[in-house]
């Protein structure tokens, strides 16, 4: 429907769609807002409690998911020890791809993309998007699996 300066769109989904926002609510993690791109979403979530993001990670995985950090922020400092131990996970490997991905602004919104940084990597993008997902699957490992010690 189209009303000018609005418009509303119905969307159908299949049967094979997956559901996170009872999930989320069930989490108290808020969602601030969802964005289409093309056949992903973004979603901008808000939580009180680090655990409960974790806990809608491990939720994704078993739900066979695909879920992709971009951004993590907190609304307070974040102490110098849990930065060096994320590092500390870390192949020399992966530090360097992420090194290079975050140089080249391949984190940054409308930045570089895959091929990109693989080409400055001599790799192929489907080897950086194994990468990717490897540095990333550490990281919330040391957020998350490390955060009750």
Known sequence: MDFGDTRMYRVQHSPATEFVTPTLSDLEIHVISIESAGRDWHFRLETAERDHLGAFWDHCRAEDIQFELETLRSSGAQPIKERVSIKATLTERQL???RVAAQMGYYDKG???????AAELGIASSTLSTHLRRINANIFATLFDDASG
């Open 111 to 117: 930045g570089v993309s895959a091929k990109e940084v």
């Open 96 to 98: 360097e791809v992420a």
